[in-house]
């Protein structure tokens, strides 16, 4: 609710912290509040307005209100709290300046990060201003300020870099700025300083001399931990000491920052005992790497590329917790040892463009952590590459531009995006497991011996060379690169026709050159970033592709071809081209011999030819002259080739001869092509030159519609009309009908021109995709957020078909859909790993099966087996399910589950909605669109995608995205509950409301009393807030068919218990609110108080009390409490009057 008007407050105190709920703003009478030291309204995201109510209150010590809702500047008065120690408001939406605070304020923490403050920093303040659009310098503090950090960083900061911080400074983070000056002497007084990061700044040297960076004042900063000055102009060298009394320093980074000279300690076996990342990198550092390195016990991650180093050290061989190194772009010479599996955890080895020489130990197959291994750029060499084959999780590899001869290995690891063998010696053909990489990115196995064929690609590769190879075969795996951005295949032997790389809207460069490829050259039309093709070299024939739609395009070349024709000329003004060396038949567009030198020679038959033209025009005031000089504009013939050989009237139709061009013609073509390039402009082209045709160029309109006069009986005519209209209904309905669905498809394209399918990665789905054509008999069942679901047939089996709608067809959408049957879940830098979930999933009996999909242009369909049984939703609001059916059906559902688990997915929306049934009711647990899949289902994953249904989901899904299965566990007792109750959770309150319960007053749906105790007991159990307390589907699957089985054998022990009872004169007559008792069948007690005896036709009362024998029957459950109140003996064995057996109350 609303904060109430008229405060009333008697301590000092006012804390209003985490009201998820209250809202509007904070009224101006809080300015009443004249001795209030705390305000607390930190974490309120609806409560907002600005900060005026802070006016007049000059007693605050501390104002919190971080990561609320507040708009408008800070107010000035905030320089009258003379008490002032903290204020925050980070995470709002201030704008403005930073006001000055008051001079006596003893202010220990300003927090202002993620607004929208500007302006100048004030003079005095204590401050964590960090991404904000801050100017001007910052200022002097006081040597007495009581301040322990600052953080300004990834502001716009200007001058010289403060002298002073205050009496105790403890962090001081000022990076990414443009901060000048020098690191200053005067801050060797603060002996507590931990962090110091002043990297990404405009920082230099105090002086011209080597040591005038004053990194000497490391020396007096020993409870360093982080240290970091990259990317400063520092110049200079390091003292020999400079980094000997870093005693707690755990990160070290002195990147691009020009500092020259070796890298020393004077005490190497005690320097850095705990440091764990030092970076070095893009400096110019010379001479052995440092030795001291390799006695610090805990280095994880060294940077010490882009240097001058020349050799290695071998003390680097202990540092047995190494995970990352990179030594590239050095000078470092010499051989690698076998010392390299020393280092098991190793993750990252890069030593490229180094002098490296000599083998690469197969030991190096040991490092089986590797993610990226580059030794590119030495002169190192192999006979094999099978020590590859054991790196599964490599994902980058880069051997180039070495003396490696051997083959491909037979495997390599699944997870590799990146893979660069070229400038090596590599022969043989390349193996089908290289080809399967379907996460592959780039491959370049360039300048190699490789031969053979290559096969289709399983991933969906951006960037592809193989050139200068001897590859043979087809291309038609270039049809299948929906990604493609480069593409090289040049220099092998590869023959046969060129598949069509038409819009695809990221491809930049294609060289298909010195090959014997044949055929028509395909067009490339529709590629926007397309700049460069080469095509030369080869046998393509036909004409010149077009490139319609592709302005990018910079330089074509075709040449050396046996291109005939270049009629039309699609490309842009500013690009270069080459369509030398073709037999180019004249004419051809002036725009190939204006910008590309192109030459064509007339070929073909002379004889003269007859052109007819059927103009719409006056015959008595027809022009020859003007006629035919328009004709020669419209053509590009020249006029003296033309003449009228005769016009008859009839409009005009004028017969027109086409001569043999003269001997010295440019760009004539012959008699045969010139009549065939008159006939095919068309009519619309004619008309913009002037000329009006009533039919097109070698055609009249009498020949198109010819009129026939004879004389035709009246009935004949008369049956005639009435056929013929009926003809016309039937023509009218059928062109309707084609028309809709020409519409339909219409729409479907024009939606899907909108869609950039290359930024979508097909890969893991190609082998799912079906034609759409395939699909029969659809019948709509329902309707979705995507579109409609329909019943249909595909192959003679029944199938589902959920299809998105036309107008649906976005890029988000078609990514949401894809969701379905492809997910994204883990990053690797800035490549994403696809991972089927769908169509790699195994078939269950409690798994609905997927079939496959349809893709644009046609319809975007999901296609799934049919549960002609419907949702389990509308089967138990239409029929009155027993309590055993309803364990049938949660004990199918945890089936399910448990096996997505088991396939490691989660399922993240699962609800009573989303389980279908089948014709014998059989639940199969459906819809996959929020689900992932991660390696490790035991530990959460964060995601910043959409969130599932609120009311199903648990409070870490809630409040942090954190999915497992163990949130799946907690939507399981949901849907218990659902299907217990036969309603909607909280049906009563908003989805905002119940999160905010779930997580915050820890509630949860209410229990029935008359819930079977099992059931009850894993209700709660799902419903823990303790994740790891919660069941896995593997514990719910053990209770509910042991429960199933349990209520099995009992029903069978009270059959036989009832049926001895009859033969003993008993009969049992079911009370109210007992059910029948089938055998196999779950149920809670037999109503005892009902048994009658009946002897000589009267009847007994028993009391009460039946007995059965102990062994043959359990009560289950036990009577509730008030039961055995008024009975104490029920569910007790006791012995009878009559029989010394014990017998079962």
């Known amino acids: 609710q609303s904060i109430y008007n008229e405060p009333l407050l008697t301590s000092p105190d006012l804390i209003l912290s985490q009201n998820y709920n209250l809202v509007g703003g904070v009224p101006r009478t809080f300015q009443n509040l004249g001795k209030i030291q705390t305000l607390n309204v930190n974490n309120c995201p609806k409560l907002g307005g600005d900060l005026y109510f802070l006016d007049n209150l000059t007693t605050v010590v501390q104002f919190q209100g971080g990561f609320s809702n507040f708009t408008g500047q800070i107010p000035a008065s905030v320089g009258q709290m003379s008490h002032l120690s903290i204020f925050n408001a980070m995470g709002n939406q201030l704008t403005g300046s930073i006001p000055d605070f008051h001079p006596l304020a003893n202010i220990s923490t300003i927090g202002l990060f993620e607004n929208n403050l500007t302006g100048l920093i004030p003079a005095n303040f204590g401050v964590d201003l960090r991404n904000l659009d801050l100017t001007g310098s910052i200022p002097d503090f006081h040597p007495l300020a009581n301040i322990s950090t600052i953080g300004l960083f990834e502001n716009n900061l200007t001058g010289l870099i403060p002298a002073n911080f205050g009496v105790d400074l403890r962090n001081l983070d000022v990076s990414s700025n443009q901060l000048g000056g020098y690191l200053r002497r005067e801050w060797t007084r603060y002996k507590n300083l931990t962090v110091l990061k002043l990297n990404d700044n405009n920082i230099g040297s105090a002086g011209p001399n080597y040591y005038d960076n004053n990194l000497a004042i490391l020396q007096s900063l020993q409870k360093l931990k982080m240290f970091d000055v990259s990317n400063n102009p520092l110049g200079g060298e390091l003292l020999i000491d400079a980094f000997d009394y870093l005693d707690n320093i755990e990160v070290l980074r002195l990147s691009g920052c020009n500092l020259s000279g070796i890298v020393e300690v004077s005490s190497s076996t005690l320097a850095m005992p705990y440091l764990q990342t030092i970076d070095l990198s893009n400096n110019n550092f010379i001479r052995q790497l440092p030795f001291w390195m390799g006695y610090c016990p805990n280095v994880i991650n060294v940077n010490m590329s882009n240097n001058h180093f020349t050799e290695l050290a071998i003390s680097w061989a202990i540092m047995s917790k190494l995970e990352v190194l990179d030594l590239s772009h050095n000078e470092i010479a010499g051989e690698i040892t076998n ?239 080459s369509t030398s060396h073709n037999p180019l038949r004249c004419p051809v567009d002036w725009a190939y011999i204006q910008r590309c030198s192109t030459t064509c020679q007339a ?342 995608s959409k969130v599932g249904p609120l009311k199903w989901m648990a409070p870490e899904a809630i409040t942090s995205r954190e999915y497992s299965i163990k949130s799946d566990v907690f939507s399981f007792g949901v849907v218990m509950w659902e299907v217990l109750e036969v309603r909607e959770p909280w049906d009563d309150q908003a989805a905002v409301e119940v999160a905010f319960g779930v997580v915050h007053r820890h509630q949860r749906l209410p229990i029935s009393d008359d819930t079977p105790p099992v059931l009850m007991d894993l209700m709660e159990r799902c419903w823990r807030a303790d994740r790891t307390l919660r069941p896995d589907f593997g514990d719910i699957t053990e209770a509910l068919s042991q429960q199933r089985e349990k209520d099995a054998d009992t029903a069978n022990a009270t059959d036989h218990c009832i049926a001895q009872l009859k033969q003993e004169g008993y009969d049992h007559d079911l009370g109210p609110g007992t059910k029948t008792v089938e055998s196999g069948t779950s149920h809670e007690y037999i109503d005892v108080f009902k048994v009658k005896r009946y002897e000589g036709g009267e009847e007994l009362a028993m009391n009460g009390a039946a007995y059965a024998h102990c062994s043959e029957f359990n009560v289950t459950p036990e009577p509730s409490v008030e039961e055995k109140d008024i009975y104490p003996d029920l569910g007790k064995c006791v012995m009878t009057e009559d029989e010394d057996i014990p017998r079962r109350n």
């Open 339 to 577: 010392a390299v599996a020393i280092w098991p955890y190793m993750q990252v080895l890069l030593l490229d463009d180094n002098q490296l020489s000599g083998p690469i130990p197969t030991e190096m197959g040991n490092l089986t952590r590797l993610t990226r291994l580059g030794l590119s750029r030495n002169n190192l060499y192999a006979e094999n590459l099978n020590f590859l084959s054991s790196m599964r999780q490599l994902e980058k590899l880069d051997l180039s531009h070495n003396q490696i001869m051997s083959e491909l290995p037979d495997s390599m690891s699944d997870s590799l995006t990146y893979v660069d063998l070229s400038h090596n010696v590599l022969w043989g053909h390349v193996n089908t497991s290289i080809f399967n990489l379907r996460h592959l990115d780039t491959m370049d196995l360039s300048n190699n011996r490789l031969s053979g064929a290559v096969e289709t690609f399983r991933g969906d590769p951006k960037y592809i060379d193989l050139s200068n190879n001897t590859f043979m075969g087809d291309v038609n795996f270039v049809g299948n690169l929906l990604s493609i951005v480069y593409l090289n295949i040049s220099g092998n032997q590869f023959t046969g026709p060129m598949p069509s790389l038409a819009n695809r809207q990221k491809l930049e460069t294609v060289d298909i050159s010195s090959n014997q490829l044949s055929g028509q050259l395909p067009d490339f039309t529709g590629i926007s970033d397309l700049r460069y093709l080469n095509a030369s070299n080869n046998m393509f024939s036909g004409a010149v592709p077009s490139f319609s739609q592709s302005q990018s395009l910079s330089q074509f070349d075709v040449s050396y071809n046996n291109i005939t024709l270049a009629r039309e000329a699609s490309f842009n003004k500013s690009a270069s081209c």
């Open 603 to 944: 070929i073909g038959n002379e004889t003269v030819r007859s052109v007819v033209y059927h103009l719409d025009l006056v015959y008595e005031t027809f022009d020859a002259t003007d006629f035919l000089s328009k004709l020669s504009a419209a053509t590009n013939v020249t006029q003296s080739r033309l003449s009228i050989n005769n016009t008859r009237p009839g409009s005009v139709i004028a017969t027109v001869d086409v001569h043999p061009p003269s001997s010295g013609g440019s760009n004539e073509g012959s008699v045969e092509d010139t009549v065939q390039v008159m006939e095919s402009i068309e009519i619309q082209e004619y008309e913009s030159a002037g000329l009006p045709l009533l039919a097109p160029a070698g055609q009249t309109a009498e020949k198109a519609a010819p009129n026939v006069s004879q004389s035709i009986p009246t009935g004949a005519i008369a049956g005639g009309v009435i056929a013929g209209f009926i003809c016309l209904v039937v023509i009218t309905v059928i062109i309707f009908v084609l028309y809709r669905n020409h519409l339909r498809r219409e729409s479907y394209k024009k939606q899907f021109a909108m869609v950039d399918i290359t930024q979508l990665n097909t890969a893991t789905v190609k082998k799912s995709m079906i034609d759409y054509e395939d699909l029969k008999s659809l019948e709509p069942i329902g309707s979705g957020a995507f579109g409609i679901v329909y019943k249909g047939k595909w192959r003679e089996t029944q199938v589902a078909v959920k299809q998105m709608r036309a107008e649906h067809v976005t890029q988000k959408q078609l990514e949401d859909f894809l969701h379905e049957v492809s997910v994204t879940e883990r990053r690797r830098e800035s490549d994403r790993e696809q991972v089927s979930i769908l169509q790699g999933l195994k078939a269950h009996p409690n798994i609905v099966t997927f079939i496959g999909l349809t893709l644009p242009p046609q319809p975007v369909s999901l296609v799934t087996e049919y549960c002609s049984g419907g949702s389990l939703y509308s089967h138990l609001r239409r029929v009155n399910c027993s309590i055993e059916e309803k364990y049938k059906f949660l004990n199918e559902i945890s089936l399910g589950m448990l096996h997505l688990h088991k396939e490691k997915i989660i399922h993240r929306d699962l609800a009573v909605r989303n389980i279908l049934l089948t014709r014998h009711l059989e639940a199969k647990v459906a819809d996959f669109g929020l689900s992932r899949e991660q390696e490790d289902t035991e530990e959460a994953s964060q995601t910043q």
